[in-house]
């Protein structure tokens, strides 16, 4: 507190220094004197210890003259000498102080990573003896009060720092973790908004901490309200640790235990019922019996033991249900956490689904996903459930992609999947695609769905795009699809592969034939989304292959494509001129079947004229840059638009850099095969946007 005294005594006679250059600098000769006169006085008390102190006292019966200019001037520049000194001198203690306050504070790091806080606090509270204002020392010292259980004192830090710094994020974090752990819940959701009004980009974790701390407030209303309806003494109330009571008991037999957790599944009706169970224990009376631990664990394979098994899957899903605090301590115990990821894979019909049906309940809010990515092996929870739905014979398919479908919109979830997505995921998907059949083909769709929302990830993409097999099952589910008309599994199949095509692979080239003679016959279906799709396949499998491209158009692709582009909509008209322009880039025949299917390029023109789309009109220009190395076609195109629309998209928007090229190359053939548009150029003074655009391309 003394040192804090001398910085704001400090602080004082900065304000009055601020005031006498201001005084010495004015015009008013009475105020520069009165200046003079206290600076005098200031660098006096200031050289004070370093001089003999003589007492000068004497009466001046004289009035004071006005000082003369070369006084006045020497008395400012002394003045500012010692203003100058005394700056330095300060700015080298603050250094020196500065080095010694961070020596302690990587001291205070150094016990505070080892765990003994209390020495931490000594090393922080050390360091802010020399620097008083070092605003991470506060924040140090207060990250561990909290860890000691001392929350006054880290909030009485944490508003030092702000003192010092009233952007700190990490102050307002700490302090509003102290308020929760204090219970004062309004002030801690005002610290972490604090941090949003700072940092907006903090928002997802601002809004995990707001989530805490609506838990914790959450779960002290409930707890109060339980404890208050106990205390009445009403049998409701005391249901539920009674029944706990009993089966708290040891060595009892199977048949008592089961009995006891079906009455108490039976008895948790509401909120107050399952906090009673919480606060009573009930987790722990439950896991820790030896007997139900060995049927959760499948040590034991008697049927009274998964009747047992069966009773205890049942009384967690009734005091989880809703109850986000509950599901935390469920998630506390190895043996609920192992059980319930092993018995997803149970042999027995009964204890498969009581156990799907918890797992469920768990994947169907954000805070029960997250509880169950970061405390069960995912990787083996996806495996059984991928099992049970490569074996349907249950009928708990349905339920097994639903939790799958939901987990996979948890980007850790999908984070955690990545090194094991192979044998997980990919084998038993393309075992499925492989025997599709009237037992399974209703789960294919949302099963296929998931796949491709699991493959927004780059890595499960990769690992997809590169098996071999995958792609050979997608061409035999297309063929099977076809044969049976089953399209409900069709159309998000094709999707799935338009999606994963767009990386080159050799896994894709290997299967780029096979895949576009499916598409083919798919062009023939009389359902527009089908054919759209198949298109879609044809537009991102064919840059892979040349084969492929070759194959296509000797089976008719172009005038297909060409049919497409007069009728559908825009996805089929982007996928249709982009299967156009990789066709045209490859084969000679593919440009003469064009000119053929479309007098003077009438529909590329139409694209060029209307389309708003960046990807069509840079496309329709360069597939028609692919049709003037047609003997003949430019001449044709004598008195149309095309200069023109080429030309507007040569000097649109800076942006469409693809399009403003594709248009450019296309403008510049046109008129190397037929000079005479170089008139029409001429006229629509387009030589300096060519100029520009060919500067572009170079």
């Not at 928002?203 to 209303?221: C, D, H």
């Not at 404890?227 to 009403?234: A, H, P, V």
């Not at 780059?458 to 049976?484: G, M």
């Not at 296509?552 to 008209?573: D, F, H, P, S, Y």
Request: with cysteine.
């Amino acid at each position: 507190m003394d040192k804090l005294g001398d910085f704001d005594g400090f602080l004082e006679n900065v304000d009055k220094i601020s005031e006498l250059v201001k005084d010495l600098n004015s015009s008013n000769v009475e105020l520069q004197q009165e200046a003079m006169e206290k600076a005098d006085c200031l660098i006096t008390a200031m050289e004070e210890p370093f001089k003999t102190k003589v007492n000068k006292t004497k009466i001046n019966t004289n009035p004071p003259l006005q000082p003369s200019l070369s006084l006045q001037n020497e008395s400012t520049e002394r003045f500012m000498k010692i203003m100058e000194w005394d700056a330095e001198e300060r700015s080298k203690r603050r250094a020196k102080k500065e080095r010694k306050a961070a020596a302690l504070k990587e001291k205070g790091n150094e016990a505070f990573a080892q765990g003994d806080y209390e020495t931490a606090v000594k090393y922080y509270s050390d360091g802010l003896e020399e620097l008083r204002d070092m605003w991470p020392l506060y924040t140090n010292r207060a990250q561990a009060y909290i860890k000691l259980g001392k929350y006054e004192d880290a909030i009485s830090d944490c508003e030092w720092a702000l003192r010092c710094n009233e952007k700190c994020v990490k102050a307002y974090l700490l302090m509003g973790k102290a308020y929760l752990a204090s219970k004062k819940y309004d002030k801690s959701k005002s610290c972490f908004k604090k941090i949003t009004e700072i940092e907006p980009w903090r928002e997802k974790m601002v809004q995990e901490y707001l989530t805490k701390v609506n838990l914790e407030e959450e779960k002290e209303s409930q707890e109060i309200k339980a404890m208050r309806e106990f205390d009445k003494g009403e049998e409701k109330a005391t249901r539920v640790p009674q029944l706990l009571e009993k089966l708290s008991k040891p060595d009892k037999m199977s048949l008592y235990y089961h009995g006891g957790l079906e009455i108490l599944s039976q008895a948790v009706h509401d909120c107050t019922d399952q906090t009673l169970f919480r606060l009573n224990k009930g987790f722990s009376i439950i896991n820790s019996n030896s007997m139900v631990k060995s049927c959760l664990l499948r040590e034991t394979n008697d049927p009274d033991g998964q009747e047992l098994c069966v009773s205890v899957l049942k009384l967690w899903k009734a005091v989880c249900s809703g109850n986000e605090e509950n599901q935390m301590l469920l998630m506390t115990s190895p043996v609920s956490r192992q059980s319930m990821v092993d018995l997803v894979a149970s042999e027995h019909v009964a204890v498969q689904k009581e156990c799907l049906a918890l797992l469920y309940l768990f994947s169907e809010k954000p805070h029960g996903r997250r509880l169950a990515i970061d405390n069960l092996n995912t990787h083996m929870m996806v495996r059984n459930l991928m099992m049970c739905i490569v074996e349907p014979e249950q009928q708990l398919e349905n339920i097994a992609i639903d939790i799958l479908e939901e987990f996979a919109t948890e980007n850790k979830f999908v984070k955690q999947l990545r090194s094991v997505i192979t044998d997980s995921v990919i084998v038993p998907f393309t075992t499925i695609l492989n025997n599709i059949s009237v037992s399974n083909r209703q789960v294919l769709s949302p099963l296929i769905s998931t796949v491709d929302r699991l493959a927004r990830d780059d890595v499960i993409h990769f690992n997809f795009v590169h098996d071999p097999e995958c792609w050979r099952a997608f061409e035999a589910a297309i063929r099977q699809c076809i044969a049976c008309k089953y399209k409900e599994v069709l159309y998000p199949l094709l999707g799935l592969i338009i999606n994963l095509s767009t990386i080159t692979s050799p896994a894709i080239q290997e299967q780029a034939v096979s895949l576009c003679d499916c598409c083919l016959g798919l062009l023939k279906d009389s359902d527009g989304g089908v054919i759209t799709r198949a298109t879609g396949v044809l537009s991102t499998v064919l840059p892979q292959s040349s084969d492929a491209v070759q194959h296509v158009i000797q089976e008719g692709v172009i005038k297909t494509m060409c049919r497409l582009l007069k009728g559908r909509g825009e996805a089929a008209t982007k996928y249709a001129i982009k299967t156009l322009t990789v066709c045209t880039s490859a084969s000679q025949l593919a440009r003469e079947e064009l000119v053929k299917s479309a007098k003077k390029l009438s529909i590329l023109r139409h694209l060029l004229g209307s389309s708003s789309d960046e990807m069509v009109t840079g496309n329709a220009a360069l597939c028609f840059a692919h049709c003037l190395e047609l003997e003949g076609i430019a001449s044709s195109l004598l008195g149309t638009d095309i200069v023109l629309l080429l030309l507007r998209h040569a000097a649109g928007d800076a942006k469409r850099t693809a399009v403003k090229q594709n248009a450019a190359i296309a403008l510049g053939r046109l008129c190397q095969s037929e000079p005479r548009h170089l008139d029409k150029l001429r006229e629509l003074h387009g030589f300096e946007i060519l100029h520009s655009c060919m500067k572009l391309i170079t």
